[in-house]
């Protein structure tokens, strides 16, 4: 009986193709974690495909088979390099890219044809399980607003190409540059917003797509934990590692996020008329900066959750804002009026990603003429 293995696509560049080190990757179960390279099925440990020399695969392929018993195969066809828009591949000379007009798109879905056939052809029932996507970096130094519809065109062509309008697409989320070549820049954010706006859970608004999914997420704080290559945006094999494991548990997941509520109030001091003030664990005052909160991990702020002991009178109200790092965000939502004392916001649009080591408050701004009153707030944090 042919045995049935799931067998995974990876593109993108330099981060999946693995700029980290063999001797600090894992090892394989034998036969059980597989690689399709150069025409070869042999054994999924590193080097992966083109890695120099650790990748995150081995990993992956070590939680998938230590979870699951069944084995899995990878297909390498990631470029160092490669931008996702044709227009910001524009180095001398072009790495490539998966645009329309590029080569490494097709490329990709013959290697993965091939792969399946061999795989066939040894006995086993192979399944396309889907495609492992980790690319961004060259394109957060172009023009960024091509890459979302470059993006969701490619999803698109993967998906027809391989006739399966369902077949699941998992990005492993681009971090930040290096700080002496500009860290976290505008362009990077963009990237990551783009990744974002994809993978949108919410039907009610655009960009959703029900079978994408952003697996891991964490590469924002890298550098922060000492899990990157320096002076370069390479992740290195401790970071490879770790993006292995947590897209792995991710995919087997469902690509459910855990998630956790984050309790800020007033204490048992009420907060008085015409105030601006900052709630803590247990706590407000005036200053930001000190009531603040640290983050220990990166994530997802979805939802502000907010209620007052007593309403805030006829024609008064409260106002909540989010702040990360002593800036608002645009997370905010108010409780006004003689009877209402529970507020919220639940628009995805208003999403924060906050990494670690980010603080975070909520501020409470009383009108003028408002009952002084104890005020709770709650925030949703995935992971």
Known sequence: MAVPIAVFLIGGQSNAVGQG?????????AGQVL????????QGNDP???????????AFGLAWYNATGHAICFVPTAVSG???AAANDTASPPAGNWDASGTLYGTSVALMRQALAALASQGYAPYNAGILWCQGETDAGGNTSLYLPALVAMVARFRSDFTNPSLPFYIFRTGQNDPASGGDSAGWQAIRGAQEFLVKSD??????????FIVYRRAVSLGTRGMMNSSSPHYNQYGLNEMGTMGAQAVLSGCKLSASSIALNSGVSTIPAATTAYLGIGAW??????????????GIIRDLVVSSEVPPGAGQSYAYTLY???VATSLTCSIAGATATTGGDFNTDHSV????TDTITVQVITSAGAAATYHKTSILMEQ
């Open 48 to 58: 992966v495909g083109a890695a120099n020399t650790g990748s995150a695969w081995p």
């Open 353 to 356: 990603y906050p990494q670690v």
């Open 21 to 29: 080190n063999n001797a600090l990757s894992p090892a394989t179960p």
């Open 285 to 298: 005052g005036g200053n930001s900066a000190i009531i603040s909160i640290p983050l220990s991990c990166d």
């Open 82 to 84: 490669s931008a996702q």
């Open 203 to 212: 039907p009610s608004q655009d960009g959703d797509d029900p079978y994408s």
């Open 324 to 326: 990360k790092n002593g």
């Open 35 to 42: 690689q399709f390279y150069n025409g070869i099925i042999k």
